[in-house]
């Protein structure tokens, strides 16, 4: 029988997941024998992505990644029930009962980093990654995700203009766009709601928190997009991963299950990074447009670009027919080593415990 007490430090390390635009998306429920990993709907329908959106799979996998890593600090061995009322149910993702049992991780030195791992937006120094970092990055993998890290300089760049074309459609995007601006943090007294992303985390220009206020209305925005601007934005939105030392892309099928195995391996790729004092900065737009295009949610004026997006990514990659981009990081070793972090909504918000014992 698992104590209380252990559930809630697993709980606080499942928190720690990160989630899109620091959504936080999950609920955790502990009934005495199981907890289970949901999508809490009363709190953020319609606030950030849907419940079986590529982006919400990736963040319950990562969830479900530091739980896993937690209770093997503990000694305790995690049983995942993937799906327990089905995937027609896309809101329930798991179930999760823990026994006593030592258990050696996939990668001894992950085992100490969940509770570390961080988003650092700011610049990072030209030093090559380390090739014992390298190797140890090819050891992991999880179920059909995959790694591939990208450290040549001619590679980088064709990623950054990846990143930019993408960067082009979503700024033209007036779903994309308006999501991204109402989780934007701009005052004291917003950052205290300790969800969505607080401006300080986000390494802006001189001036750039007055643009970003600026652009924040549609009607705006898309006068704005006929002069040209989103192409600008892009422009200083894929600079710092042209100019990367170094790019991990967390690779599996495009369907929920790889969603949820790119989840997993993308935590544990980036709690091992910051262990090795190795920044990283998720740039998922690639990822999002690639879902927006198979599920037929690009705008039809953009679609061509989509389209030319996907094939790109596909051969920049050297992806098969079966894989696709989940999240790109950009890696380094930071400049500024203690990056500002968002907030996290207090446990009894994302947690409900109905044991009796």
Known sequence: ?????????????????PSADNSQPWHFHWDGEQLSLRYDHARVAGRTFPPDNQA???????AVENIVNAAQQRDLKTEIHWWPEGEANCAYYAALGFKPSPVKPLLERTKQYPSIRHTNRFPYKNTPLPRDVLDSLGELSESSARLITINEPSQIR?????????SEIRFQTREVHEWLMASLRFSEDSVKEADGL???TLALPPGGSY???FIGDWNRMKILNRLGIYKFLATVDSAPVAGAPALLAV?????????????????????????????????YVISDQLARLST????????????????????????SGEESLHMLLRIGYPKKQAPPSSLR????????????R
């Open 345 to 356: 909504l207090p446990i009894e918000k994302v947690f409900t415990d109905t044991s009796t």
């Open 56 to 62: 919400t799979l990736l963040s319950m996998g990562a």
């Open 251 to 283: 690779i599996a099928p495009p369907d929920a299950t790889g969603a949820l195995d790119a989840g997993m391996l993308l935590n544990r790729s980036w709690s091992y990074l910051n262990g090795q004092h190795i920044a990283a900065h998720p740039y």
């Open 296 to 319: 037929g949610t690009v705008p039809s004026d953009l679609v061509g670009a989509a389209t030319t997006l996907a094939s790109n990514c596909k051969s920049t990659l050297g992806l």
């Open 198 to 200: 607080d401006l300080k």
């Open 1 to 17: 029988m698992t104590d209380k007490d252990t559930i809630l430090q697993l709980v606080n390390a499942g928190h720690r997941a």
């Open 211 to 213: 643009l970003l206020k």
């Open 158 to 166: 064709q990623v950054g203009q990846l990143v930019k074309s993408a």
